[in-house]
């Protein structure tokens, strides 16, 4: 490309409208005296395919064998039955008929065990069908049905997998003829696939549900989400256990991030080896909302991440990947069915995300847990992206680390963000960031004061290479070891480089391209910006030795274009990712001098290939890796200083099994000097800490002896008794619980209740007697009821409670909070809401490391007595993530796998006329602009998202009014809301500021959360769209820009865009954007001024 940049516009015209028609891709705008070109980069989207030849929801299907096939379901909105099958072949997008069904089926399990289809149980015909035992083979090959063995009892919206020769069944409910009375069973049965004839039991399912879904991965089962009874509209359950065929045990492992059920047909595995969950039914509305969620399961970290949004909601879909296609076809929408057939490829494409809420340059951060961390030049902010949610949190929910410079190197250690130097501020100082305690410390000063360095951790340490000390590039190497904060230096780089890309193999340092001394414009010795090399240095730590590219002999090809910038390299699939980058004045660039190029290597073959080029050019930057996705956020796009906003996310490895993973050694150090500073500690204040006040400490005195990590379970408020050879202990007394337990006392039901739904090793007697205190025994809101503090040997555990409620006959009559080892893992639980109903079973399950010879389980009271009916202390597998214990009785991190933090996260405007989200506002970004004009309606309110269901209370403030309005239920609305019926609310135009605080008790009373505050302008205009006619066949989405800053101006489409979108813009400028639209097509300038597309 050449020529110059010149003004879009002329000060004295009318406004200047680019006019982008047609959809697909991203592309790169130029106003530029050449003729008009583009170039797309592969932006991720769904397509519309071939639609389904019948409407259906709550079908069954699956893929296998190159199609997706569609089972039964109901096929009309008075929800009747149908036998009808179909299969999708993606090859010719069409439709084949294939043979009905013997019995019209909804809600049945599917699981495929080569050419032959198992379809078991489910609802027998129209709703409400019965359920039913009944299982059915369809054979592929033959295109016939034949049955297979019955299973034990009937069931409806179970799930099916198969793992080695065995066919798994759990989980689903009963429903008698004619009836919607749905009864959740936890019942789990095998079959034999080598000629079994009958189903074998195995463990039961921890939380029975129905409309889950069910998956096998690496041999092992997952239950994930579901729903309790009938109810479909208040209890989507976001829990998901992992069952063991080895062991016969389930662990619960990570929550979903948005409680869902009618997942039956679209949960399955997909991308290297991880889950993957589309749409689903979530809590709200009288029947439940249909969701567009996406979430994708990795089991190595035990995270989830949100993947992009489905077009529209769907409740049970049937989806499945094909090759590296995702298809998603029919479920119900804003109707009860549909025929819709949705494809999207994740493979080579890139994502644009939610913006960032202040934009930063020269960044550095890490992924913990569902976490990504960001810091950058230009602000003190601790970032935080919840990539299970796709939402940024508040610039003030973390502490800011106490050294604000930028070009940090980082890395990740133990739950822990280290910063290692930088530039500005922070040279030879290690900032340690603990995201459980929200603080910052400071490690041992390092032996050379670096920033734009290289690292990568390999063995549990961080390798630190290159960058620049003083106004210098250095060589130097050291190894930092976080468990006993010393550094070592090591042989020195053969060249030094700053500004380079650096990551591991798990046993090697490679460093690729970088700055540093050279001559002319390759001279990049300081911090300036200069030509990069295309050195690629590869450090061996058992053998202390380097090896170069610039080093003929060396068997490593340099990389395909030498530059700086791309702040961190990723190694995802066994080969390397460099991306970004910039130059002074080398080829490949944008006019910005930085580049949006991918070049990936792979060390067995020693080859460069290039990648799906970034929407975005940009350096900077510090692409992180989590469940095959790499994520970059922030970064310049100019070179030089300059910050970007953006969040974009890269697919790059196929779908399709997990590759076999390549076993790493942690190395042998050499004998070297060690450098050994000491540390300082650097306070900062956490920015919410929920108390939990103990009216009482108890002390173990010895009933109970604590043994090398042995079983313990306890019948609360019952004797003892051993149900399948397992002994539960009494605790009818406190005299019989002597030892363990303070406060409260025994109760049971009459007369003696039926319990449904034991689950094992309980029965139903565990669940019939209890451990009850609270407001009943004159103890105070916030204060603990009673506590268990059970002698254990220290070591990891899971902690099980067992509840069922046997005299409250609705929701919101019994609240309790209850923290094991002083963290809170449930807030205001609700045992009748939870379970479905009185005298039913129900487990709540946590990990929990035990470092002081005893296992507190306290039991704080909110409305009425707390409860509980069985304990189960029972020595966890290798591998769970387990909760860590606090010295105090003040929690200082909430277990990521089961709770969140008891604050406002965000806000969302709602649509009071549909009591839905508004498109584009959810969450409702800090700093936005609301035009009344273009909004679907003017009755709105806004909600306050808490990290729990239910919170004691949330208080508003707006504007000059401190207390505009407090909510003691969910939702939290600022204008009111009736359940889930919002009162519509129209903002007066201007500025305003809206704040939230969350309350532990009601009417803003108890302990309070950190406030979130955020701003927003409310306009009412509609642009005029100069010239262009004849409209009104097409949709057309106008965003006002004012105040733009030359060349550096982001402009996002926002919305869909089915046909076209105006921009109308309110001033000359130098324009250079990205217009997230369609396939490419015609675009369209009235300001007489050539236009250049071109992809960046």
Not at 85 to 94: G, K, V
């Amino acid at each position: 490309m050449s020529g110059a940049w010149r003004d879009c516009g002329v000060f004295v015209r009318r406004n200047l409208l680019l006019m982008v028609l047609a959809l697909g891709g991203v592309l790169g705008l130029m106003v530029h005296s050449g003729q008009v070109s583009a170039q797309t980069t592969p932006l991720f989207a769904w397509e519309t395919m071939a639609a389904s030849p019948l409407t259906r929801s709550e079908a069954q299907g699956l893929a296998v064998g190159g199609k997706l096939y569609v089972f039964g379901g109901f096929y009309t909105d008075r929800l009747q039955a149908t036998t009808r099958s179909d299969a999708y072949n993606p090859a010719t997008n069409t439709w084949t008929r294939i043979a009905d069904m013997p019995e019209a089926l909804t809600h049945a399990a599917v699981a495929a065990d080569g050419a032959r289809v198992y379809v078991i149980g489910g609802y027998v015909g129209d709703n409400p069908g019965p359920s039913t035992p009944h299982v059915w083979v369809y054979n592929i090959t033959t295109n016939t049905w034949a049955a297979g063995p019955a299973l034990p009892r009937e069931r409806g919206a179970g799930a099916a997998a198969i793992v080695g020769r065995k066919l798994y069944f759990f989980g689903g409910a009963t429903r008698p003829a004619g009836t919607k009375i749905t009864t959740d069973q936890a019942d789990h049965y095998v079959l034999d696939l080598d000629g079994g004839t009958t189903w074998q039991r195995a463990a039961a399912l921890l939380n029975p549900r129905n409309h889950l879904g069910g998956v096998a991965l690496q041999n092992k089962i997952y239950a994930i989400g579901g729903q309790h009874g009938q109810a479909e509209a208040t209890t989507a359950q976001a829990q998901v256990d992992v069952y063991d065929p080895a062991t016969d045990r389930w662990t619960r492992i990570a929550d979903l991030p948005l409680a869902r059920g009618h997942i039956n047909a679209s949960t399955f595995v997909v991308y290297q080896g991880r889950l993957l969950i589309v749409g689903g039914s979530t809590n709200g509305g009288s029947s439940g909302l249909s969701s567009s969620a996406v979430s994708l399961y990795d089991p190595v970290t035990n995270t989830w991440l949100a993947l992009p949004a489905l077009p529209g909601g769907r409740k049970t879909p049937v989806a499945g990947v094909i090759g590296d296609q995702l298809i998603v076809t029919t479920g119900a929408g804003s109707s009860a069915t549909t025929t819709t057939t949705w494809r999207g490829i994740l493979s080579g494409r890139w994502e644009k995300g939610a913006a960032m809420p202040v934009a930063l340059g020269e960044v550095a951060g890490g992924i913990i847990g569902s976490t990504l961390y960001v810091v950058g030049e230009s602000s003190a902010a601790t970032l935080a992206y919840d990539l299970g949610t796709s939402t940024w949190r508040s610039t003030s929910s973390f502490a800011q680390r106490p050294l604000v410079g930028h070009h940090h190197a980082a890395e990740v250690v133990g739950g822990k963000l280290y910063l290692f130097g930088g530039l500005g501020s922070g040279g030879g100082k290690v900032q340690i960031f603990d995201p459980r305690a929200n603080r910052w410390t400071l490690g041992a000063d390092m032996p050379f004061a670096t920033g734009a360095a290289a690292s990568a951790l390999i063995g549990g340490e961080v390798y630190l290479a290159g960058g620049i000390v003083g106004s210098s590039t250095t060589s130097r190497l050291a190894r930092y070891s976080p468990a006993s904060n010393t550094w070592t230096e090591l042989t020195a780089m053969p060249q030094g480089r700053n500004h380079a890309a650096a990551t591991s193999d798990g046993q090697r340092l490679f460093v690729f391209g970088g700055r540093g001394p050279g001559t002319g414009d390759f001279n990049g010795d300081g911090n300036v910006v200069a030509n990069g090399f295309d050195t690629v240095q590869v450090y061996d730590p058992v053998a202390n030795t380097w090896r170069s590219s610039d080093n003929a002999n060396s068997g490593i090809a340099p990389l395909p274009v030498g530059r700086g910038g791309m702040g961190k390299a990723v190694y995802a699939g066994g080969q390397f990712y460099v991306l970004g980058g910039e130059t002074k004045n080398s080829t490949g660039a944008t006019p910005n001098k930085v580049y949006n190029r991918v070049d990936i290597y792979n060390p067995v073959t020693n080859t460069w290939r290039t990648g799906a080029p970034m929407p975005t050019a940009r350096h900077g930057i510090f692409p992180l890796l989590i469940g095959g996705r790499i994520y970059v956020a922030g970064g310049g796009v100019v070179a030089g200083f300059s910050k970007s906003n953006l969040l974009e996310t890269y697919n790059p490895l196929p779908s399709g099994p997990a590759p076999t993973p390549t076993s790493t050694s942690t190395p042998t150090p050499v004998s070297t000097a060690t450098y050994t500073p000491t540390a300082t500690n650097v306070p900062a204040t956490p920015t919410h800490t929920p108390t939990i006040t103990s009216t009482t400490t108890p002390t173990a005195t010895g009933t109970l002896a604590a043994t090398d990590q042995a079983a313990i379970q306890i019948n609360a408020g019952g004797a003892a008794q051993t149900v399948d050879g397992v002994s539960w202990k009494a605790c009818t007394a406190i005299e019989s619980c002597s030892g363990y337990v303070s406060g409260g006392r025994k109760y049971a039901q009459s007369p003696v209740p039926t319990i449904n739904g034991a689950v094992a090793p309980a029965n139903a007697a565990i669940y019939q007697t209890e451990w009850t205190g609270g407001q009943a025994s004159g103890i105070a809101v916030g204060q603990t009821a009673f506590t268990f503090n059970v002698p254990v040997s220290n070591g990891d555990y899971l902690v099980r409670l067992h509840f069922a409620d046997n005299n409250k006959n609705a929701p919101n009559q019994r609240l309790f909070d209850v923290a094991i080892e002083s963290t809170q893992v449930l807030s205001n639980f609700d045992i009748y809401a939870e379970a479905g109903g009185m005298n039913v079973a129900i487990v709540r399950e946590f990990p929990v490391t035990i470092g002081d010879s005893s296992a507190t389980i306290a039991f704080i009271t909110r409305k009425e007595n707390a409860k509980i009916s069985g304990i189960e202390i029972i020595p966890a597998p290798s591998g769970v993530p387990t909760l860590t214990p606090t010295s105090t009785s003040t929690p200082t991190n909430i277990p990521t796998v089961t709770v969140q933090s008891q604050t406002v996260e965000s806000f969302t405007l709602i649509n009071a006329d549909t009591d839905q989200p508004v498109v584009g506002f959810d969450p409702l970004p800090d700093g936005t602009t609301l035009n009344l004009a273009t909004l679907p309606t003017r009755n709105l309110n806004i909600r306050a998202n808490t990290g729990l269901a239910a919170v004691g209370s949330v208080r508003f403030s707006y504007d000059a009014n401190a207390n505009y309005r407090t909510e003691n239920t969910a939702p939290y609305a600022l204008a009111g809301n009736t359940a889930s019926d919002y009162s519509a609310w129209t903002p007066a135009l201007g500025a305003h500021t809206l704040e939230a605080l969350a309350y532990s008790g009601s009417n803003a009373s108890g302990t309070a959360s950190a406030a979130l505050i955020i701003s927003f302008t409310v306009l009412d205009a509609t642009p005029t769209p100069g010239d262009v006619a004849n409209t009104s066949d097409s949709q057309i989405a106008i965003v006002q820009l004012a105040n733009l800053q030359p060349r550096l101006t982001q402009i996002e489409a926002g919305v869909a865009l089915p046909r076209q979108a105006a921009f109308v813009m309110e001033q000359s400028f130098l324009c250079q954007t990205d217009l997230a639209v369609g396939a490419l097509g015609e675009i369209v300038s009235n300001a007489g001024a050539p236009v250049e597309a071109t992809g960046r």
